[in-house]
């Protein structure tokens, strides 16, 4: 899909306003002319997008290593969510 003026300005008009326009493995942000895909999660793997550069057969996989490292390397951060999750 290649990326629109139009969706640009609906993507920064919905009320998450922290939330940016962004390839989820490399943070690419998308401006008018880019190319993109949204990629529907398998499993437990939620759905996200990627830029051109990043997309590629295997893109779910590399997705899950990402959040993988990811927990790895701030297991603190994780572990303050879960707990917030735990005092509801």
């Known amino acids: 899909m290649v990326v629109t003026a139009e969706d640009v ?4 008009k919905l009320k998450r ?3 940016r326009f962004a390839c ?3 943070g690419h942000v ?3 002319g880019d190319t993109l895909r949204f990629v529907m999660g398998k499993g437990s793997t939620i759905n ?3 830029c051109e550069g990043c997309d590629g057969d295997d893109v779910q996989d590399r997705f ?4 993988e490292e990811s927990k790895r390397r701030f297991w603190w951060l994780y ?3 879960e707990d917030a999750y735990d005092d509801r």
């Open 48 to 50: 996200f997008f990627t």
């Open 30 to 32: 998308f401006s008018a």
């Open 17 to 19: 306003p922290k939330k």
């Open 64 to 67: 899950v290593e990402a959040v």
């Open 24 to 26: 989820h493995l490399c």
């Open 9 to 12: 300005a609906s993507f920064t």
């Open 79 to 81: 572990e303050r969510i």
